[in-house]
């Protein structure tokens, strides 16, 4: 998928806004796919890009957050963590299957299908650029935030 056009998409997004990749057209923009709302990596991971927001504003970059969760959890999760972007709901996991991050994981010692911490940075003309995958969350904000100032 990397250096090639991504696949426009339409996802419900906090806020009451409809999220549509094709009106992201001229500017950087940074999707990462989060496990769940109010879980304590998901907190630290959004903490960490909404302390960064203004930085990603200035390099040109757009923030978005893709969980399953529903739109109204996302509102709270937003709200809670005063995060100044945008939260895609994917309850029908459609986005989730096109960037491939839904997987197999044990939870507590069961398996169970979730989704694998996973960031990806589009360029203004809609091409894939960089893509991380099993996140760990220390540090990876501040991480993408230097890829996409080089960009």
């Given at each position: 998928?990397?250096?090639?056009?991504?696949?426009?998409?339409?996802?419900?997004?906090?806020?009451?806004?409809?999220?549509?990749?094709?009106?992201?057209?001229?500017?950087?923009?940074?999707?990462?796919?989060?496990?769940?709302?109010?879980?304590?990596?998901?907190?630290?991971?959004?903490?960490?890009?909404?302390?960064?927001?203004?930085?990603?504003?200035?390099?040109?970059a757009?923030?978005?957050?893709?969980?399953?969760?529903?739109?109204?959890?996302?509102?709270?999760?937003?709200?809670?963590?005063?995060?100044?972007f945008?939260?895609?709901?994917?309850?029908?996991?459609?986005l989730?299957?096109?960037?491939?991050v839904?997987?197999?994981?044990?939870?507590?010692?069961?398996?169970?299908?979730g989704?694998?911490?996973?960031?990806?940075?589009?360029?203004?003309?809609?091409?894939?650029?960089?893509?991380?995958?099993?996140?760990?969350?220390?540090?990876?904000?501040?991480?993408?935030?230097?890829?996409?100032?080089?960009?």
């Amino acid at each position: 998928m990397i250096d090639q056009a991504v696949a426009d998409f339409t996802r419900p997004a906090t806020g009451g806004q409809e999220f549509r990749l094709s009106e992201q057209k001229g500017q950087k923009l940074v999707v990462y796919f989060y496990p769940k709302d109010n879980t304590p990596g998901c907190t630290t991971e959004a903490s960490d890009f909404r302390d960064l927001h203004d930085e990603f504003v200035k390099a040109g970059a757009r923030v978005v957050g893709v969980s399953r969760d529903s739109l109204k959890s996302h509102e709270n999760f937003k709200a809670k963590l005063g995060l100044p972007f945008e939260l895609l709901s994917d309850a029908d996991e459609a986005l989730c299957t096109q960037f491939d991050v839904i997987k197999s994981k044990m939870m507590y010692g069961k398996a169970c299908r979730g989704i694998e911490r996973s960031t990806f940075v589009i360029d203004g003309d809609g091409v894939l650029r960089r893509e991380w995958r099993g996140v760990k969350t220390a540090g990876h904000a501040q991480q993408v935030l230097e890829f996409v100032q080089g960009l």
